[in-house]
Every structure is written in C-alpha cells, then in structure tokens.
C-alpha cells in the first residue's frame, strides 16, 4: 500500500485541455502526478457495461486506483420497509458499478437525523448496514469496501465517533474522513495540528492502527453555516479552512496509506497535485531529520 491523491470527478481544465471522457482521465491524471479518482453515482447509478470496461481498462493500465460514491438518497435511518428496500438496491446497484470500473472502494453517506434522537438513527442504522453487507458478501461482492463518510450538516448523522462505531461493527468498512466536513460541523475547529492529531487519535483508539492508516480521506476548504457545510471552495480561496498543511506532516510521521480524494470546487486535481507536493515535501524533511539523528547518534 501507497498513500494515493486524486480529484473527486473531473477539473474544469480536464475539458479546457480537450478531454472528454472519462476513459481519458487516467491521461490526464498522470499528468499532474495523480494515482486515484473518485467517480461519483451521487445522483443515480446509470453508466453502460461498456463504458464501465473502458474505464476500467484505461484505469488499470495507468495504475489508477479507483473509488466510487454511492448515491446520496441513501439513508439507513429508517425503519419502513419500501425505504429499506430502496437502500438495498441502491447498494447493491453501487456494488455492481463498482466491480464492472474496477473499483474497490464505495463511499456513501449513512442518512439524515430528523424526528429522531441520533441514538435512535444510529440504532436503526447500524444493523440495516449489517444485513446489507451480509448480502453483498452472498451476491459475491466482497471485492468492494463500502466507506461511511463524515458528514457536514449538524442534521446528518456522520460526526467522527458515529462513524467510527459504525465500522467498528464490521472489518469491512473503511471510514472515509471528510475533514471539511468535520471542519464545518465543529464550526471551524480544525485550526492547527493538534486538531487534526485528536481525529486521527481517535480513529486508532477506535478502529486500530493499521485499519486508520489505509482510511480514505475527503479533502478540501469549506463555507459553512451555524448549520454546518455550505459549499466546498478551492485552495486559492482565501480566508477558509481546513488546511492540509496541518494534516500532512502527521501522515508523514505516521506512516498512513490512505487515499486521498480532493473535492475543491472546480480545481480538484490542481489541488489534489498540490496535496501531493505537499506530502512528498514532509516526507523529505522527515526522512532528513531522521538521517540527522542517527548521524548525531553514530558521532
């Protein structure tokens, strides 16, 4: 395992510069020294068999590891069953898509806390998720990961610890971190490195550390409201947070392998690549401490 960067769907210069398809991203991604993509089902899962192999060929012959993010209807804080059903389906329909890209990760986000208490939508949500992976492993889909993600909204459920306990409950879930998210719920909290060390704390605490070190994270500033997430900005918007620089010497420190997914608005391979000098940057300061200490030691 490698630590891999990547945008979530395509930058607006991916047309400026001619390309088209999706088929061509890996060109593009290669490029700007990337190694992932995310490609969002967000609104439905609608791609042809065809075009999915034709992805997942151009994908596999550039080395491009590839996500996929459920659609956003998904809500496991039910407890009708014409809801539940629809939930199946829209796994099992992201599961299928997954497997004909290639891809070996789905994101999703867990559902919405409305006329509930949050121990009551976590209560209905963890054994509905349960039950669907069950299925999934019988439908032979067990290639995929499915990755509840942090959420924005106060009225979301997604806070660190409720993600957390969801996986907890099931190895084959790998959380995926939202630090804008986690940003714009705590009302702008994650400020400095420490704020960033306390997730990725918890996360081990929670999960273990080789589960936290292969996490997949969501990365980009965010505008939010006293409600939470507002819209995702881009690294050259000045005045929002959070900031990578924060989180990158930590991964760098620790050893992590996630894969990271940009989601800035319009610039997510721009600074998606920008993450990746970034890390490469840590990684060489840290690599010549280390030489440093041991030549002081050896004196």
């Given amino acids: 395992m490698r630590i891999r960067f990547g945008p979530s769907g395509n930058s607006e210069s991916f047309y400026e510069k001619g390309y088209k398809r999706t088929s061509q991203e890996p060109e593009y991604l ?10 969002s089902f967000g609104k439905g899962v609608r791609m042809s068999e065809g075009t999915a192999t034709e992805i997942r060929l151009a994908m596999k012959e550039r080395d491009i590891a590839l996500s996929v993010h459920a659609p956003y ?32 990760r789905a994101v999703f986000h867990p559902g919405a806390v409305t006329d509930m208490s949050r121990e009551r939508a976590m209560a209905l949500a963890r054994p509905l998720l ?43 879930l790998i959380p995926a971190v939202d630090f804008a998210h986690l940003h714009a719920r705590s009302g702008g909290g994650l400020v400095e490195s420490a704020d960033f060390a306390r997730i ?17 994270i ?59 000098a970034a890390f490469e940057m840590a990684e060489k300061t840290l690599k010549n401490l280390n030489n440093s200490a041991v030549a002081r030691h050896v004196k």
């Fill in 30 to 39: 290669c490029s700007m020294g990337l190694d992932a993509f995310e490609y």
């Fill in 73 to 104: 209807y998904i809500n496991l804080c039910v407890d009708d069953p014409e809801r539940i059903e629809k939930n199946r389906r829209y796994f099992t329909e992201t599961a299928k898509a997954a497997v004909l890209l290639g891809a070996d």
């Fill in 130 to 172: 349960s039950d669907i992976l069950n299925e999934l492993s019988d439908l032979g889909y067990d290639s995929v990961s499915f990755c509840p993600e942090t959420m924005g909204k106060l009225n979301q459920l997604g806070t660190l610890d409720e993600i957390i306990t969801l996986c907890a409950g099931d190895d084959r």
């Fill in 200 to 216: 990725l704390n918890a996360l081990e605490d929670g999960l273990g550390l080789e589960r936290t070190k292969n996490l997949h």
């Fill in 218 to 276: 969501h990365f980009s500033t965010v505008e939010f409201t006293k409600m939470g997430e507002k819209r995702h900005m881009t690294f050259s918007d000045e005045g929002y947070g959070p900031r990578f620089e924060y989180l990158v010497p930590l991964l760098a420190e620790r050893g992590y392998t996630p894969r990271v997914i940009c989601e800035s608005a319009g610039t997510m391979a721009e600074d998606a690549a920008a993450m990746r």
